[in-house]
T-cell receptor, first 112, second 115 residues
Protein backbone atom coordinates (compact mmCIF):
# COMPACT_ATOMS: atom_id res chain seq x y z
CA UNK A 1 0.00 0.00 0.00
CA UNK A 2 1.20 3.50 -0.80
CA UNK A 3 -0.82 4.89 2.12
CA UNK A 4 -1.73 8.56 1.78
CA UNK A 5 -0.23 10.36 -1.20
CA UNK A 6 -0.32 14.08 -1.95
CA UNK A 7 0.52 16.12 -5.02
CA UNK A 8 2.16 18.46 -5.72
CA UNK A 9 4.99 18.47 -3.17
CA UNK A 10 5.70 22.18 -3.70
CA UNK A 11 3.84 25.02 -5.36
CA UNK A 12 4.20 28.79 -5.68
CA UNK A 13 1.04 30.76 -6.47
CA UNK A 14 0.44 34.40 -7.19
CA UNK A 15 -2.24 36.23 -5.21
CA UNK A 16 -5.66 35.55 -6.71
CA UNK A 17 -4.70 32.35 -8.51
CA UNK A 18 -6.48 29.10 -7.83
CA UNK A 19 -5.28 25.55 -7.45
CA UNK A 20 -6.28 22.10 -6.25
CA UNK A 21 -4.22 20.06 -3.82
CA UNK A 22 -4.67 16.37 -4.49
CA UNK A 23 -4.93 13.65 -1.84
CA UNK A 24 -5.42 9.94 -2.41
CA UNK A 25 -5.42 7.00 0.01
CA UNK A 26 -5.43 3.32 -0.88
CA UNK A 27 -6.33 1.93 2.55
CA UNK A 28 -10.11 2.08 1.99
CA UNK A 29 -10.44 4.52 4.88
CA UNK A 30 -13.77 6.26 5.25
CA UNK A 31 -12.49 9.28 7.11
CA UNK A 32 -10.23 11.88 5.52
CA UNK A 33 -8.92 15.22 6.76
CA UNK A 34 -7.11 18.31 5.53
CA UNK A 35 -4.80 20.23 7.87
CA UNK A 36 -2.52 23.21 7.55
CA UNK A 37 0.67 23.62 9.53
CA UNK A 38 2.21 27.03 10.08
CA UNK A 39 5.76 27.44 11.45
CA UNK A 40 6.02 26.63 15.14
CA UNK A 41 2.37 25.65 15.32
CA UNK A 42 0.45 22.45 15.54
CA UNK A 43 -1.92 21.24 12.89
CA UNK A 44 -5.14 23.10 12.25
CA UNK A 45 -8.09 21.23 10.73
CA UNK A 46 -9.47 22.79 7.53
CA UNK A 47 -12.10 20.29 6.33
CA UNK A 48 -12.95 16.66 6.91
CA UNK A 49 -15.08 13.91 5.40
CA UNK A 50 -16.69 10.75 6.75
CA UNK A 51 -17.23 9.22 3.34
CA UNK A 52 -18.03 9.88 -0.28
CA UNK A 53 -20.43 12.79 -0.62
CA UNK A 54 -20.11 13.95 3.01
CA UNK A 55 -17.85 16.80 4.08
CA UNK A 56 -17.82 19.34 6.88
CA UNK A 57 -15.84 22.38 8.02
CA UNK A 58 -13.03 22.19 10.51
CA UNK A 59 -11.42 24.93 12.52
CA UNK A 60 -10.07 27.10 9.66
CA UNK A 61 -12.21 26.52 6.52
CA UNK A 62 -12.32 30.07 5.11
CA UNK A 63 -10.78 30.34 1.65
CA UNK A 64 -10.95 26.60 0.96
CA UNK A 65 -13.36 24.11 -0.53
CA UNK A 66 -13.42 20.34 -0.70
CA UNK A 67 -15.25 17.55 -2.45
CA UNK A 68 -15.37 13.79 -1.88
CA UNK A 69 -16.73 11.95 -4.89
CA UNK A 70 -14.87 8.70 -4.15
CA UNK A 71 -13.56 6.93 -1.05
CA UNK A 72 -9.98 7.28 -2.29
CA UNK A 73 -9.77 10.97 -3.21
CA UNK A 74 -10.24 14.14 -1.17
CA UNK A 75 -9.03 17.21 -3.09
CA UNK A 76 -8.67 20.63 -1.45
CA UNK A 77 -9.42 23.68 -3.58
CA UNK A 78 -8.09 27.22 -3.12
CA UNK A 79 -10.13 29.61 -5.26
CA UNK A 80 -8.46 32.99 -4.69
CA UNK A 81 -5.05 32.43 -3.14
CA UNK A 82 -3.98 34.89 -0.44
CA UNK A 83 -0.59 35.29 1.33
CA UNK A 84 -2.24 34.05 4.55
CA UNK A 85 -2.64 30.66 2.86
CA UNK A 86 1.13 30.19 2.67
CA UNK A 87 1.57 27.02 4.71
CA UNK A 88 2.26 23.31 4.59
CA UNK A 89 -0.86 21.27 3.90
CA UNK A 90 -1.32 17.73 5.12
CA UNK A 91 -3.97 15.22 4.19
CA UNK A 92 -4.79 12.36 6.57
CA UNK A 93 -7.10 9.37 6.71
CA UNK A 94 -8.28 6.94 9.34
CA UNK A 95 -10.26 3.70 9.46
CA UNK A 96 -13.81 3.57 10.90
CA UNK A 97 -12.69 2.26 14.28
CA UNK A 98 -9.73 3.63 16.23
CA UNK A 99 -8.51 7.19 16.59
CA UNK A 100 -5.24 6.99 14.67
CA UNK A 101 -4.90 9.22 11.63
CA UNK A 102 -2.30 8.49 8.94
CA UNK A 103 -0.72 11.43 7.19
CA UNK A 104 0.54 12.13 3.69
CA UNK A 105 3.94 13.77 3.04
CA UNK A 106 2.48 17.27 2.67
CA UNK A 107 2.30 20.05 0.09
CA UNK A 108 4.34 23.19 0.71
CA UNK A 109 2.46 26.18 -0.71
CA UNK A 110 3.76 29.72 -1.03
CA UNK A 111 1.48 32.56 -2.12
CA UNK A 112 3.26 35.72 -3.23
CA UNK B 1 -12.49 25.78 22.72
CA UNK B 2 -10.16 23.07 23.90
CA UNK B 3 -6.48 23.79 24.25
CA UNK B 4 -3.60 21.35 24.22
CA UNK B 5 -0.48 22.60 25.95
CA UNK B 6 2.67 20.73 25.00
CA UNK B 7 5.99 21.23 26.75
CA UNK B 8 8.79 21.82 26.45
CA UNK B 9 8.82 23.73 23.19
CA UNK B 10 12.32 22.50 22.38
CA UNK B 11 15.01 20.31 23.86
CA UNK B 12 18.72 20.12 23.17
CA UNK B 13 20.11 16.87 24.47
CA UNK B 14 23.21 14.75 24.18
CA UNK B 15 23.17 11.36 22.57
CA UNK B 16 22.40 8.71 25.16
CA UNK B 17 20.27 10.95 27.36
CA UNK B 18 16.61 10.33 28.12
CA UNK B 19 13.94 12.73 26.87
CA UNK B 20 10.60 13.50 28.44
CA UNK B 21 7.78 15.68 27.14
CA UNK B 22 4.15 16.08 28.07
CA UNK B 23 0.78 17.42 27.01
CA UNK B 24 -2.07 18.74 29.09
CA UNK B 25 -5.61 19.49 28.05
CA UNK B 26 -8.34 21.70 29.45
CA UNK B 27 -10.83 18.92 28.73
CA UNK B 28 -11.01 15.15 29.02
CA UNK B 29 -9.74 13.07 26.13
CA UNK B 30 -10.58 9.46 25.32
CA UNK B 31 -7.59 8.93 23.05
CA UNK B 32 -4.04 10.25 23.14
CA UNK B 33 -1.71 9.91 20.18
CA UNK B 34 1.97 10.75 19.80
CA UNK B 35 3.44 11.57 16.38
CA UNK B 36 6.94 12.33 15.12
CA UNK B 37 7.60 14.63 12.18
CA UNK B 38 10.88 14.65 10.30
CA UNK B 39 11.83 17.73 8.25
CA UNK B 40 9.86 17.91 5.01
CA UNK B 41 7.70 14.91 5.92
CA UNK B 42 4.25 14.27 7.31
CA UNK B 43 3.68 13.22 10.94
CA UNK B 44 4.18 9.52 11.61
CA UNK B 45 2.24 7.79 14.37
CA UNK B 46 4.43 6.52 17.22
CA UNK B 47 2.04 5.42 19.96
CA UNK B 48 -1.73 5.36 20.48
CA UNK B 49 -3.31 5.29 23.97
CA UNK B 50 -6.97 4.49 24.62
CA UNK B 51 -7.40 3.98 28.38
CA UNK B 52 -6.73 6.16 31.39
CA UNK B 53 -3.60 4.93 33.13
CA UNK B 54 -2.44 3.00 30.08
CA UNK B 55 1.33 2.74 29.68
CA UNK B 56 2.54 1.67 26.25
CA UNK B 57 6.02 1.15 24.83
CA UNK B 58 7.33 1.11 21.28
CA UNK B 59 11.03 0.30 21.34
CA UNK B 60 12.79 3.09 23.23
CA UNK B 61 9.56 5.11 23.39
CA UNK B 62 7.14 4.95 26.30
CA UNK B 63 3.91 6.91 26.58
CA UNK B 64 1.27 7.12 29.28
CA UNK B 65 -2.38 8.19 29.29
CA UNK B 66 -2.87 10.21 32.48
CA UNK B 67 -5.32 9.05 35.14
CA UNK B 68 -7.24 12.33 34.96
CA UNK B 69 -7.57 11.84 31.16
CA UNK B 70 -6.33 15.40 30.73
CA UNK B 71 -2.66 14.66 30.20
CA UNK B 72 -0.14 12.37 28.58
CA UNK B 73 3.62 12.07 28.49
CA UNK B 74 6.18 10.61 26.11
CA UNK B 75 9.62 9.37 27.13
CA UNK B 76 12.48 8.52 24.81
CA UNK B 77 15.25 6.52 26.43
CA UNK B 78 18.91 6.50 25.37
CA UNK B 79 18.44 9.03 22.57
CA UNK B 80 20.22 8.57 19.25
CA UNK B 81 20.79 11.09 16.43
CA UNK B 82 17.80 9.85 14.40
CA UNK B 83 15.48 10.84 17.26
CA UNK B 84 15.83 14.44 16.06
CA UNK B 85 12.52 15.90 14.88
CA UNK B 86 9.32 17.44 16.12
CA UNK B 87 7.09 15.37 18.39
CA UNK B 88 3.39 16.15 18.52
CA UNK B 89 0.74 15.04 20.93
CA UNK B 90 -2.86 14.79 19.74
CA UNK B 91 -6.06 14.08 21.58
CA UNK B 92 -9.50 12.91 20.64
CA UNK B 93 -12.48 13.58 22.90
CA UNK B 94 -15.03 11.36 21.28
CA UNK B 95 -15.37 7.63 21.57
CA UNK B 96 -13.39 5.47 19.20
CA UNK B 97 -16.53 5.19 17.13
CA UNK B 98 -17.07 8.95 17.03
CA UNK B 99 -18.30 9.73 13.56
CA UNK B 100 -15.74 12.40 12.82
CA UNK B 101 -12.67 11.58 14.93
CA UNK B 102 -11.38 15.10 15.01
CA UNK B 103 -8.02 15.52 16.73
CA UNK B 104 -6.62 18.44 18.70
CA UNK B 105 -2.86 18.85 18.27
CA UNK B 106 -0.21 20.27 20.56
CA UNK B 107 2.25 22.80 19.11
CA UNK B 108 5.06 20.27 19.14
CA UNK B 109 8.38 19.65 20.92
CA UNK B 110 11.50 20.15 18.80
CA UNK B 111 14.17 17.62 19.81
CA UNK B 112 17.79 18.18 18.83
CA UNK B 113 20.31 15.45 19.62
CA UNK B 114 23.99 16.28 19.70
CA UNK B 115 26.68 13.58 19.50
Amino acid sequence: NAGVTQTPKFRILKIGQSMTLQCTQDMNHNYMYWYRQDPGMGLKLIYYSVGAGITDKGEVPNGYNVSRSTTEDFPLRLELAAPSQTSVYFCASRPPVGGEQYFGPGTRLTVT
Amino acid sequence: GQQLNQSPQSMFIQEGEDVSMNCTSSSIFNTWLWYKQDPGEGPVLLIALYKAGELTSNGRLTAQFGITRKDSFLNISASIPSDVGIYFCAGHNGTTTDSWGKLQFGAGTQVVVTP
